[in-house]
């Protein structure tokens, strides 16, 4: 039993030092030139991957992320569904600022429906309660 309890405490201490991921699922429904934006704060280096799948799965839309510091796109990923989008950032990014936004963009002709989801990297529990300190 002792050795159940100290393997829980020990677990439960190193997943809490690890940096939490922020996680944003949406259901959109875009007709022709219509988009959906989403804001994300990022204020330190990881991963933004951004899913998105939909229906017809034959139209093509463009995933696009935009963030600190630049005029134009960090990133862009056209095609049919479903469409992902991967960019590491970094601390010179972080420097830069830490509002970021994915733009999701029918240029398809007709209306489609889907889901969009996007992971991004958020302050964890210690990197929060340093912050404040």
């Given at each position: 039993?002792?050795?159940?309890?100290?393997?829980?405490?020990?677990?439960?201490?190193?997943?809490?030092?690890?940096?939490?991921?922020?996680?944003?699922?949406?259901?959109?429904?875009?007709?022709?030139?219509?988009?959906?934006?989403?804001?994300?704060?990022?204020?330190?280096?990881?991963?933004?991957?951004?899913?998105?799948?939909?229906?017809?799965?034959?139209?093509?839309?463009?995933?696009?992320?935009?963030?600190?510091?630049?005029?134009?796109?960090?990133?862009?990923?056209?095609?049919k569904s479903p469409l992902q989008l991967n960019f590491a950032v970094t601390e010179v990014d972080?420097?830069?600022?830490?509002?970021?936004?994915?733009?999701?963009?029918?240029?398809?002709?007709?209306?489609?429906?889907?889901?969009?989801?996007?992971?991004?990297?958020?302050?964890?529990?210690?990197?929060?309660?340093e912050v404040l300190q």
């Amino acid at each position: 039993m002792l050795a159940f309890l100290l393997l829980f405490v020990l677990s439960t201490s190193f997943q809490s030092a690890l940096p939490a991921d922020g996680f944003i699922e949406k259901a959109f429904s875009l007709d022709n030139f219509a988009k959906e934006t989403v804001e994300l704060v990022v204020e330190q280096p990881g991963s933004i991957v951004a899913t998105a799948e939909w229906n017809p799965k034959k139209a093509e839309l463009g995933l696009i992320l935009f963030g600190p510091g630049q005029m134009n796109y960090y990133r862009r990923s056209d095609g049919k569904s479903p469409l992902q989008l991967n960019f590491a950032v970094t601390e010179v990014d972080t420097a830069e600022g830490s509002s970021w936004r994915i733009k999701l963009v029918n240029q398809s002709g007709e209306t489609v429906e889907g889901i969009l989801r996007i992971s991004y990297p958020t302050a964890g529990k210690n990197q929060e309660s340093e912050v404040l300190q």
